[in-house]
């Protein structure tokens, strides 16, 4: 119902950051679950991150001390905050409504020497 947008991709040098942006057409506070997934090249999505509208945030374990995941109820917008990025962190980045998954064009994070 409310379409969720990703942006703020780019290239980084490892142990460098980057900060991902999901606008929200709407109200980010009605999507109960804003899910960050990433896909690299050849591999399978894998979840990332999660926002819940109660405040509770989850994190795979791969990216656990080195990703926030944060909203910006007054811009709609949920960012993912990624630290230290390692080589293996490559991927197209997905943001998705946890309840009612869609997959957009994703944004292209690259961590590159």
Excluded: H
């Excluded at 290239?11 to 506070?29: K, N, Y």
């Excluded at 050849?42 to 989850?58: C, D, H, I, M, Y």
């Amino acid at each position: 119902q409310v379409q969720l947008v990703e942006s703020g991709g780019g290239l980084v040098q490892p142990g460098g950051s980057l900060r991902l942006s999901c606008a929200a057409s709407g109200s980010i506070f009605i999507v109960f679950s804003v899910d960050w997934y990433r896909q690299a090249p050849g591999k399978q999505r894998e979840f990332v991150a999660r926002s819940l509208r109660t405040g509770t945030t989850n994190y795979a374990e791969s990216v656990k001390g080195r990703f926030t995941v944060s909203r910006d109820n007054a811009k709609n917008t949920v960012y993912l905050q990624m630290n230290s990025l390692k080589l293996e962190d490559t991927a197209v980045y997905y943001c998705t409504d946890g309840l009612r998954p869609s997959w957009g064009p994703g944004t292209q994070g690259t961590v590159s020497t």
